[in-house]
């Protein structure tokens, strides 16, 4: 664990020796900190996160959630992003918890992340999903098989949940894969994925050992998530010249002695600029709502009205209105889907009012509500480099005084939280539409590093592998599998 003390201001953090397998460390060790952790600083970071400060999209959270989607008028600062659909914020959040499990919520002054166990090895192969596996994790198995993931029906016909406990308590591998109901049922669409591939890896391959039918089905799954995760997520977050410059070209900033690490400039900075995208609302289904209309409903409110089936996207429960058509969420080209929102310096509201679920015990200065508060304060615990020293030590071009002019009142217009300077990096650059260079090529680096680093991935093994499951698109080749084919093939899309 995290050791909790003052971590002086004088002394450069460590460059990272990288040692220890699945360690926090950091790309830049040898930069300063943005700003020393003074009173003056603090606040100025507290101001600018603050509600109704200048990273708060302004939303009438007073409007229904329909209203909010429909009318511009109820949500001017969230903005349409055209190159990515809503599902990709939730889709990030999922990979999220594969690669990591950050122990350190305490906004408190902390040691350097050397020393911030990362629980889980940092890898894309699906931990989050299959955890340990059959022989350590039974409960997430079908007893039948051995092989299988249980699911489970729900009240409405056709659908289905994650299991649970008595309690609604999620049986996955990580619970917060059940934060809110999009990411709970992205979580299903992973088990009935594998449980698909099982299907094909007995009927195809005709393979009949239990254990030699999990192990081929766990490979195909991962590399068919992996494929998609390089060739669709990633090259729509950070540009197709990025991420061919780092296949072909290699890392240049990620680097590790013995196993790959998970840096804070990603985890802490570049990473969280899916809390840009995050929309006040969202239409979860077609049909379950009042009268077999759509299910529209705020990503969270302050006190969701029922435990059993709150009004809002909350995980944790289990009602017939609780699913999710994927439509909505990813581009199956049947006009339902609906866009993502601009990766910028605005938040949309809610995030500014974390409900009790998320943030227990509250405090203004040293545990807000507000997520743009909490990720800029963690610049602090985790002495991060300013934005301008990490372009510098990249060798890309800064951002101007005048791109951060409203950060001048603070005096960070120079010396500005990496986070913040990456999302205004991709409204100026990108418009809003990708990550900009010093975001993409953060983002690039690890996650591709992380797969090169994965002695059992594709990129490994096999890099000129391609998938092999059909394509919902009967005209395209394995190579454009993305997530609406895994939908598809998990049958729920």
Same mark, same amino acid.
């Given at each position: 664990m995290a050791h909790h003390g003052v971590y002086p201001h004088d002394i450069v953090p460590p460059r990272s020796k990288y040692a220890d397998s699945g360690r926090f460390g950091r790309l830049f060790g040898k930069l300063p900190p943005f700003a020393a952790d003074t009173p003056d600083v603090r606040a100025a970071l507290l101001d600018i996160g603050k509600p109704g400060?200048? *990273?708060d999209a302004h939303d009438d959270l007073k409007q229904t959630p329909k209203d909010l989607i429909v009318n511009p008028a109820f949500s001017k600062k969230n903005s349409d992003n055209p190159n990515l659909t809503a599902g990709f914020t939730f889709l990030g959040q999922f990979l999220d918890h594969d690669m990591t499990l950050d122990p350190t919520s305490s906004l408190e002054r902390? @040691? =350097?992340?050397?020393?911030?166990?990362? #629980?889980? +090895?940092?890898?894309?192969?699906l931990d989050n999903v299959y955890g340990a596996g059959p022989g350590v994790h039974p409960h997430l198995y079908d007893k039948a098989t051995g092989y299988t993931f249980l699911v489970e029906q729900m009240g409405t016909p056709g659908k289905f949940d994650v299991p649970r406990n008595s309690q609604n308590v999620a049986?996955?591998? =990580?619970?917060?894969? =059940?934060?809110? *109901?999009?990411?709970?049922?992205?979580?299903? @669409? #992973?088990l009935k994925f594998h449980n698909a591939v099982v299907d094909h890896v007995k009927t &195809?391959? &005709?393979? &009949? $050992? @239990?254990? /030699?039918? #999990?192990? /081929? $089905?766990?490979?195909?799954?991962?590399?068919h998530y992996q494929w998609m995760i390089v060739h669709e997520f990633l090259r729509k977050t950070c540009g197709d010249a990025v991420v061919n410059d780092v296949l072909e070209n290699g890392r240049k900033f990620y680097k590790w002695n013995n196993e790959p690490f998970i840096p804070v400039e990603f985890s802490v900075a570049a990473y969280r600029f899916g809390h840009s995208q995050v929309r006040p609302s969202y239409r979860a289904n077609f049909t379950s709502g009042p009268g077999g209309t759509p299910f529209f409903a705020m990503i #969270?409110?302050? @006190?969701p009205s029922s435990p059993t089936d709150p009004d809002d996207l909350s995980g944790g429960s289990r009602a017939p209105r609780r699913f999710i058509d994927w439509p909505t969420f990813f581009d199956f080209g049947d006009g339902n889907v609906k866009p993502n929102k601009k990766i910028? +310096?605005?938040l949309s509201t809610a995030l500014f009012r974390l409900p009790g679920s998320v943030v227990a015990n509250p405090d203004p200065k040293t545990n807000p509500a507000s997520l743009a508060q909490r990720n800029l304060l963690r610049h602090l615990t985790f002495s991060l480099p300013a934005g301008q020293r990490v372009a510098r030590a990249m060798k890309m071009d800064m951002l101007s005084k005048g791109d951060l002019a409203d950060l001048k009142p603070h005096g960070l217009d120079d010396r500005t939280p990496l986070w913040f300077y990456i999302l205004r990096e991709a409204a100026v650059i990108e418009n809003g539409e990708r990550l900009g260079p010093v975001g993409a090529r953060i983002v690039a680096e690890v996650?591709?590093?992380l797969l090169?680093? =994965?002695r059992s991935s594709y990129l490994s093994q096999d890099p000129d592998w391609e998938p092999f499951l059909p394509t919902v698109d009967a005209s395209k080749t394995g190579e454009d599998f993305g997530m609406i084919d895994l939908l598809r093939f998990a049958g729920v899309g």
């Amino acid at each position: 664990m995290a050791h909790h003390g003052v971590y002086p201001h004088d002394i450069v953090p460590p460059r990272s020796k990288y040692a220890d397998s699945g360690r926090f460390g950091r790309l830049f060790g040898k930069l300063p900190p943005f700003a020393a952790d003074t009173p003056d600083v603090r606040a100025a970071l507290l101001d600018i996160g603050k509600p109704g400060g200048i *990273m708060d999209a302004h939303d009438d959270l007073k409007q229904t959630p329909k209203d909010l989607i429909v009318n511009p008028a109820f949500s001017k600062k969230n903005s349409d992003n055209p190159n990515l659909t809503a599902g990709f914020t939730f889709l990030g959040q999922f990979l999220d918890h594969d690669m990591t499990l950050d122990p350190t919520s305490s906004l408190e002054r902390q @040691a =350097d992340p050397e020393h911030v166990a990362n #629980f889980r +090895t940092p890898s894309l192969g699906l931990d989050n999903v299959y955890g340990a596996g059959p022989g350590v994790h039974p409960h997430l198995y079908d007893k039948a098989t051995g092989y299988t993931f249980l699911v489970e029906q729900m009240g409405t016909p056709g659908k289905f949940d994650v299991p649970r406990n008595s309690q609604n308590v999620a049986l996955i591998a =990580d619970p917060r894969d =059940d934060e809110n *109901m999009i990411i709970s049922q992205l979580q299903l @669409a #992973f088990l009935k994925f594998h449980n698909a591939v099982v299907d094909h890896v007995k009927t &195809k391959i &005709k393979l &009949k $050992a @239990a254990g /030699e039918i #999990f192990a /081929e $089905a766990q490979r195909i799954v991962r590399w068919h998530y992996q494929w998609m995760i390089v060739h669709e997520f990633l090259r729509k977050t950070c540009g197709d010249a990025v991420v061919n410059d780092v296949l072909e070209n290699g890392r240049k900033f990620y680097k590790w002695n013995n196993e790959p690490f998970i840096p804070v400039e990603f985890s802490v900075a570049a990473y969280r600029f899916g809390h840009s995208q995050v929309r006040p609302s969202y239409r979860a289904n077609f049909t379950s709502g009042p009268g077999g209309t759509p299910f529209f409903a705020m990503i #969270f409110t302050p @006190a969701p009205s029922s435990p059993t089936d709150p009004d809002d996207l909350s995980g944790g429960s289990r009602a017939p209105r609780r699913f999710i058509d994927w439509p909505t969420f990813f581009d199956f080209g049947d006009g339902n889907v609906k866009p993502n929102k601009k990766i910028d +310096t605005s938040l949309s509201t809610a995030l500014f009012r974390l409900p009790g679920s998320v943030v227990a015990n509250p405090d203004p200065k040293t545990n807000p509500a507000s997520l743009a508060q909490r990720n800029l304060l963690r610049h602090l615990t985790f002495s991060l480099p300013a934005g301008q020293r990490v372009a510098r030590a990249m060798k890309m071009d800064m951002l101007s005084k005048g791109d951060l002019a409203d950060l001048k009142p603070h005096g960070l217009d120079d010396r500005t939280p990496l986070w913040f300077y990456i999302l205004r990096e991709a409204a100026v650059i990108e418009n809003g539409e990708r990550l900009g260079p010093v975001g993409a090529r953060i983002v690039a680096e690890v996650f591709l590093g992380l797969l090169q680093g =994965d002695r059992s991935s594709y990129l490994s093994q096999d890099p000129d592998w391609e998938p092999f499951l059909p394509t919902v698109d009967a005209s395209k080749t394995g190579e454009d599998f993305g997530m609406i084919d895994l939908l598809r093939f998990a049958g729920v899309g």
